[in-house]
Structures are given as structure tokens and as C-alpha cells.
């Protein structure tokens, strides 16, 4: 996995980086990711599969919360993204599904659209 400040081209950090050959760019020196490239990396590494905007799948759950209007299915779109510690649990994402109050799902419970 890159670190989310590796060189542009080839995702080495950029204290370990001097002069390195890449397919594309030749050898070059360690050269400022994108912010887009940096999100993405932070992302993969946090194992946070969607973001804030994303358009997501709530999967109806069934078990003892059955009937309660936050166990049921549908669509939504994420509206805040949580992340805690490890040991504090896992990464929260409040989803806000049309006609209908956000709530916060753990990504067991959503998939993407
Ligand atoms: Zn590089």
C-alpha cells in the first residue's frame, strides 16, 4: 500500500526517495502528490470504502432490531464519516436515506450502489 505522502509517480516517501526510475516519468526526483491522490491513499489505509457525497446501499438487517425503521434497506448517500480508534470501534458512516432520518451504519451494513 503507498504511504499517503509517496512520490507522485512511484509512492516511495519522500525521505527514502533520491533519484528513482518509473515507467512513465524516467528517473525523477520525489514529486508532490495531488491532494486527490493523498485522500485516496488515506482512505485505503483507514479502510474507509466511502466517503462523504457517496451514494450508498443500506442492507436490511434481520435481526432483533427487525421492524425498526433503521434496520430496514434501501438507498442513501453518506452524509458524515466517523472514524475511531481501534479499540474504540469500527468506522461509522451516517447515512442519510431519502424519506427517511440519517443514521449512523457500520460498512457491514452498507454496500456500494
Ligand atoms: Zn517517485
Request: charged residues 20%; aromatic residues 8%; hydrophobic residues 35%.
Amino acid at each position: 500500500m503507498r504511504p499517503p505522502l509517496g512520490c507522485f509517480y512511484c509512492g516511495v516517501e519522500e525521505r527514502q526517495h533520491c533519484q528513482l526510475w518509473h515507467p512513465v516519468a524516467g528517473w525523477h526526483g520525489w514529486k508532490e502528490p495531488t491532494r486527490t491522490q493523498i485522500a485516496t491513499r488515506l482512505r485505503a489505509r483507514l479502510d474507509v470504502p466511502y466517503a462523504v457525497g457517496d451514494q450508498v446501499r443500506i442492507l436490511p438487517d434481520p435481526g432483533p432490531n427487525h421492524g425498526s425503521p433503521f434496520a430496514a434497506g434501501g438507498v442513501g448517500v453518506v452524509v458524515s464519516v466517523h472514524v475511531y480508534p481501534p479499540e474504540a470501534g469500527p468506522t461509522l458512516f451516517e447515512v442519510k436515506p431519502l424519506g427517511r432520518a440519517s443514521h449512523p451504519y457500520s460498512a457491514d451494513r452498507l454496500a456500494p450502489t
